[in-house]
């Protein structure tokens, strides 16, 4: 479960400090939209660290889900942008994917 939380809050810091950077190249925002956008990008480095996994990459590829369900929610929150079915299907397929990396039962090591 902390897991979940960790890999929610650096959601956030990801697509806070990837959205500063739109801000500032698609939509003609101050460049000073990029010091909190890179402070984000950290914080979200730094989460990923506290993920409960002994592997990078499986942190990282168990993120994935949740940050593809957190883009779409992002994107209804504030772009105001609803998501379709196609997204809802397309994210609930990569949410049962992260499940299995997070929560599958693993062999110990010998």
Do not use: H
């Amino acid at each position: 479960m902390t897991s979940l939380l960790t890999f929610c809050a650096a959601a956030l810091m990801e697509i806070t400090g990837c959205f500063a950077f739109w801000a500032w190249l698609r939509l003609d925002k101050s460049p000073l939209w990029l010091i909190p956008g890179m402070l984000a990008l950290a914080l979200f480095a730094y989460l990923l660290t506290l993920a409960d996994s002994p592997l990078a990459g499986r942190a990282y590829a168990a993120y994935g889900g949740i940050y593809i369900a957190s883009a779409l929610l992002w994107g209804w929150a504030i772009e105001g942008n609803r998501p379709d079915q196609w997204d809802v299907i397309g994210a609930a397929i990569c949410l049962v994917g992260m499940s299995v990396i997070l929560f599958g039962p693993r062999a110990l090591p010998a």
